[in-house]
C-alpha cells in the first residue's frame, strides 16, 4: 500500500511540474483595469477571473489553447497560446463595446425597439427559470469591505481598530470560501462550504452566499434587510408597468447577436434598478447585466449596490451563470464603507444524483476543518489571484491575531480600553475587558439606572454583567454570565439586591440554565407593562403614578433545551415571598391642584392592597416551529427561522403548601405568531392567543391573565399590548379569554407615489388589536401611521372601542431600538 501511495504522490508532482501557467492583466484600451472579468478556455470548462487589479493566472496542461476574455460592456477577446511548462503571459487590453444601429430606424413617435425585445424577453422568463430543475456546481466566493473615512468617535467612544493603523483608509473585512451549490426546484438548495477562511479571525467562517440572483424572477430579494418587498426584475411580468427601455445598439459573440438595452425606472422611490441588461437575439436569453439600485430604489442601509453579471453558454441550448458580482457601498454615521462580492461558477452538473434525504432543514453546512486549510491549499485552489494588498491584510491581521495570544499583548490591550470614561459611567455603560481570560465586566450607565416612582421615590438601581467564554472561540456557546443588581428608593430607604447567573451550552442544539435569586422590585403584572423611564416621566410631569408594584424575597430556575426541527422546550420553578408596598411621597414637577397620585395597587382590581403572602409556581412550555431552518457549524447548529409560524403552548401550576405556598391554581395558554413577508405589498405579522384557568381556588392578582396595557404616549410591543388599555382593568381569571394583534408594515406602497413623503421615504404602517373574555367583556383598537420618519421614528393615530361605551382614541410614538413604553423582566 505504502508504494501505491507513493506512486500516486509522485503521479502528481509529475504532472504539476508539466502543467503551464499562464498569468496576465486586464485592462481597456487606455490602460485602466477591469476588475473580475473572465477568462475562459475556449471549448471547454475551464477558466478563472480576474481579480480586483485585473490579474489572473490559469494553470494548463502542455498544449495549445484559445483563451476567451470577457467584461460586460467591453468586446469580447480571444487569443491563442502554445502551453509548455515555462510560465507565460497573456495580457488582454479591451475594447468598448461597438454597438451596431444600422438596422434600427425609430420614426418620430415610434416605439423603441428595446420594447420588443423585453416583451420576447419577458415571455420566455418562465420557461429560462425553470429552464434547469436542478443543478449542482462549485462556487468561489471571496468578499471584501474597505474605508474610505471613518469618525475619530463613535457614541462618545473612540474608534480604535486596535491594529496600530491610524490611516482612515483601510480593509477592513477580507472573506474567501470554496462551497458546492445545490439546487433542486422549486424550492430546495443547500450549500456545503469545503474551505473558508476570514483574515484575522482563524476561528471565524467566512461569507458564505453563492445563490445565484436570478433576473428570471418576478420579484428579486437581495438579503434580509436591504427592501423587504424585494425588487422588481426588469424582465418581470409587470416590467413594462414601471420600466422605461432604449435600444443601445447590438453586438455579436460567436455568430451570436446580443441586444444592449437601457433600463430606466418610470418613476423615483420605487424598488427598481437602473443600468443595462444584454438579450440575445431571437432565443431571447440573458447574456449579462449591469445593474444598479440606489436610495430611490428604497434601499435600507446601503447607499449604492451594483450587480454584474455574466452568462456563458454550457451546450446549445443552455446557458450558465460564469460570475456575480456585487458591489456595495454606504455612509452612516461619519463611515464610509465600499467593497465587492464576487462568486466564480465552475464545474456544473445540470443532472446531478442528489440522495433521497440530501435536501434536508439543514441549508448551510460548514464541513468539519473547512476553517483550518493551510495557506499552501488556498494558493493551490483560489482561481481569483489575490491583490497585493489582500495579500498585505492577511500578513498584517493573521501576525495581530498571534500578537493577541500572548498573555502581555493581552495585558496591555486591556490597560488601554479598561479605562473608565465620563460618557461610558454617566451614558453609555462602561466595560472592562480580561482578554486572557476571555471575560469582561459591564456596569450600566449612572443615568439609565434612576428612576423615580410614588413608592421609592428617587430610585438608584445598578446592574453590572459578568460574562465569560469558555473556549478560544469567539462564536463558542459555552458562556457563563452572571448578572448583580442593587437597588435603593431613597424615601422608602428600601436596599434590594438579586442576582442572575445563565448558563448556555449545547454541541448541536443550544441548552441554558438560569438560576436567580434575592429580593427585587416586581410589577403587579410581572411582564412589566410600562418601564421605569415612562413611569418616571408619566408621574413627575402630570402625577400619574401608573406603575404598581411590590417587593419579594425570590428564587428561580429555569431550564431550556432545543431539540431541533424546530422544537424548542423548557421547564421552571418560581417561589415569591411577596410583600406589599405603599406610597411615601407625592413629588412632582409641577403643582397638581386637581390631581392626586393613586394607590400602590391596582385600583381596578383590589379596593385595598394584598396582604403578606407566599407563592411556588410551576411552568412548562414547549414552541415548534415547523420547517425551521438551520445552519450547521462543525460544533452547532443555529436555527434561521421559517416559513411556517411559531406555535407555543404553556402551562403553569400555583403549588399549595410548598414553603408556604398559599396560591392554588392552573392555567394554560396557547399562542400562534408569525412574520409574512408579502413581497411587494408589505411585511404582515400577526398574533392570536387563547388561555384561561382550569382551576383558581387561590389566585393572587400577581397570578392573573394579564393584558398588556399603555397609558402613555410612548408606544408599547404593537404585537403583544393595547396601545390605548388601562394596565390592570381587563385582568382576569376567566376559564377562557383570547387575543388577537395583527401589523401591516407596508414598506413604501402607495407613499411612494406620494410627493415628498417618498422623498422623505416614510412608509405607511396599520393594524389592529382585540380581545375577548366574555359576551360582555371585548374590545378592539384599529391604529394607522408612518414609520422610518427620520429612520427611527413611528407615529401612530389609535381608535379603541368597547361594547356600549364612547370611542377612545389617542396618539403613539416610538423610536426604534431606543424608546418603548414596555419595560423587561429578567
Not at 501505491?4 to 509522485?10: H, K, M, P, Q, T
Not at 485592462?27 to 489572473?56: C, F, H, M, Q, R
Not at 456546481?137 to 481598530?161: A, H, S, T
Not at 436591504?226 to 445598439?249: C, T, V, W
Request: charged share 20%.
Amino acid at each position: 500500500m505504502k508504494y501505491f501511495l507513493f506512486l500516486i504522490a509522485y503521479i502528481n508532482i509529475t504532472c504539476a511540474a508539466y502543467a503551464g501557467k499562464i498569468s496576465g492583466t486586464v485592462t481597456d484600451s487606455n490602460g485602466i483595469i477591469l476588475p473580475y472579468a473572465s477568462i475562459l478556455v475556449k471549448g471547454t470548462s475551464k477558466g478563472t477571473t480576474a481579480n480586483n487589479e485585473g490579474k489572473y493566472f490559469l494553470n494548463l496542461d502542455p498544449g495549445k489553447y484559445t483563451i476567451i476574455c470577457q467584461y460586460v460592456g467591453y468586446e469580447r477577446q480571444e487569443k491563442t497560446i502554445t502551453i509548455s511548462s515555462e510560465p507565460a503571459t497573456l495580457d488582454f487590453r479591451l475594447a468598448l463595446q461597438q454597438l451596431s444601429l444600422n438596422a434600427v430606424v425609430v420614426k418620430p413617435g415610434g416605439e423603441d425597439p428595446a420594447y420588443e425585445i423585453i416583451r420576447q424577453a419577458i415571455k420566455k422568463r418562465e420557461y429560462y427559470l425553470n429552464q434547469l430543475d436542478r443543478f449542482q456546481c462549485d462556487v468561489y466566493i471571496k468578499g471584501q469591505l474597505k474605508l474610505r473615512n471613518y469618525p475619530k468617535k463613535f457614541f462618545g467612544q473612540k474608534v480604535d481598530f486596535e491594529d496600530g493603523d491610524t490611516s482612515k483608509k483601510k480593509m477592513v473585512y477580507l472573506s474567501e470560501t470554496v462551497a458546492t451549490y445545490s439546487v433542486q426546484k422549486p424550492n430546495k438548495s443547500k450549500v456545503e462550504v469545503i474551505s473558508t477562511k476570514v483574515s484575522g479571525q482563524s476561528d471565524a467562517f467566512g461569507f458564505s452566499a453563492p445563490q445565484i440572483i436570478s433576473f428570471y424572477e418576478n420579484n428579486i430579494e437581495i438579503g434580509r434587510n436591504l427592501n423587504p418587498r424585494g425588487f422588481i426584475s426588469p424582465i418581470a411580468n409587470n416590467a413594462l408597468n414601471f420600466y422605461k427601455y432604449k435600444f443601445e445598439g447590438s453586438f455579436f459573440e460567436d455568430g451570436k447577436e446580443i441586444n444592449k438595452i437601457k433600463v430606466i425606472p418610470k418613476r423615483k422611490y420605487e424598488p427598481l434598478f437602473s443600468g443595462y441588461i444584454n438579450i440575445t437575439e431571437g432565443d431571447w436569453r440573458i447574456h449579462s447585466v449591469q445593474l444598479e439600485l440606489t436610495k430611490e430604489s428604497q434601499m435600507q442601509f446601503v447607499d449604492t449596490l451594483r450587480i454584474d453579471q455574466l452568462y456563458v453558454p454550457f451546450d446549445k441550448d443552455v446557458w450558465v451563470i460564469k460570475t456575480q458580482v456585487l458591489y456595495p457601498a454606504v455612509k452612516i454615521f461619519g463611515f464610509d464603507a465600499y467593497g465587492s462580492f464576487v462568486n466564480v461558477y465552475s464545474k456544473f452538473d445540470l443532472d446531478p444524483a442528489f440522495e433521497k434525504k440530501f435536501f434536508n432543514n439543514t441549508f448551510l453546512k460548514f464541513n468539519e476543518g473547512s476553517n483550518k486549510k493551510p495557506a499552501d491549499y488556498w494558493d493551490t485552489i483560489r482561481p481569483v489571484p489575490l491583490q497585493l494588498e489582500e495579500i498585505a491584510d492577511y500578513r498584517k491581521k493573521d501576525s495581530l491575531e498571534k500578537a493577541r495570544r500572548d498573555p502581555h499583548y493581552l495585558d496591555s490591550l486591556d490597560r488601554i480600553k479598561n479605562k473608565p470614561t465620563v460618557t461610558g459611567l454617566l451614558f453609555t455603560g462602561q466595560t472592562f475587558s480580561k482578554e486572557k481570560n476571555r471575560s469582561q465586566f459591564t456596569s450600566n450607565s449612572l443615568l439609565s439606572e434612576i428612576s423615580f416612582n410614588t413608592v421609592e421615590g428617587l430610585a438608584l438601581n445598578w446592574r453590572g454583567t459578568f460574562s465569560k467564554r469558555f473556549d478560544s472561540s469567539g462564536f463558542s456557546r459555552r458562556n457563563l454570565i452572571i448578572t448583580p443588581v442593587l437597588r435603593y428608593g431613597f424615601s422608602n430607604k428600601h436596599f434590594n439586591a438579586y442576582a442572575v447567573a445563565n448558563y448556555s451550552f449545547g454541541k448541536k442544539y443550544l441548552s441554558s440554565i438560569n438560576i436567580s435569586g434575592g429580593k427585587k422590585i416586581y410589577q403587579f403584572n410581572n411582564a412589566a407593562p410600562i418601564s421605569p423611564f415612562v413611569n418616571t416621566f408619566s408621574t413627575l410631569l402630570w402625577a400619574s403614578n401608573y406603575m404598581k408594584i411590590y417587593e419579594a424575597w425570590f428564587g428561580r430556575i429555569n431550564f431550556s433545551k432545543g431539540i431541533g426541527e424546530g422544537v424548542r422546550v423548557s421547564a421552571g420553578l418560581l417561589y415569591q415571598d411577596r410583600i406589599p408596598l405603599e406610597n411615601t411621597t407625592n413629588y412632582t414637577w409641577k403643582d397638581w391642584s386637581t390631581r392626586k397620585y393613586t394607590p400602590n395597587y391596582p385600583t381596578d382590581l383590589m379596593l385595598q392592597n394584598f396582604t403578606r403572602h407566599q407563592a411556588f409556581i410551576a411552568n412548562a412550555l414547549i414552541s415548534w416551529r415547523p420547517g425551521s431552518r438551520y445552519i450547521e457549524f462543525p460544533d452547532r447548529k443555529v436555527m434561521v427561522g421559517s416559513k411556517y409560524p411559531m406555535l407555543s403552548l404553556q402551562y403553569v401550576q400555583g403549588v399549595p403548601a410548598i414553603f408556604g405556598s398559599d396560591v392554588e391554581y392552573s392555567k394554560w395558554k396557547f399562542s400562534v405568531t408569525q412574520d409574512l413577508n408579502l413581497k411587494l405589498a408589505g411585511t404582515f405579522s400577526y398574533t392570536f392567543a387563547a388561555g384561561g384557568f382550569i382551576n383558581k381556588n387561590n389566585v393572587q392578582v400577581p397570578d392573573y391573565n394579564h393584558l398588556n396595557g399603555n397609558q402613555t404616549i410612548i408606544a408599547s410591543d404593537y404585537l403583544n399590548s393595547f396601545q390605548l388599555l388601562t394596565y390592570y382593568q381587563f385582568s382576569n381569571t376567566s376559564s377562557f379569554y383570547s387575543t388577537g394583534h395583527v401589523e401591516h408594515h407596508f414598506n413604501g406602497l402607495f407613499t411612494n407615489k406620494i410627493p415628498l413623503i417618498k422623498k422623505w421615504n416614510w412608509q405607511l404602517v396599520a393594524g389592529a388589536n382585540a380581545f375577548y373574555i366574555n359576551p360582555s367583556t371585548k374590545y378592539i383598537e384599529a391604529f394607522a401611521g408612518f414609520e422610518n420618519i427620520l429612520k427611527i421614528i413611528r407615529a401612530d393615530f389609535v381608535m379603541g372601542y368597547q361594547q356600549d361605551r364612547q370611542p377612545i382614541m389617542g396618539l403613539r410614538i416610538s423610536l426604534r431600538g431606543f424608546l418603548s413604553s414596555s419595560g423587561t423582566e429578567d
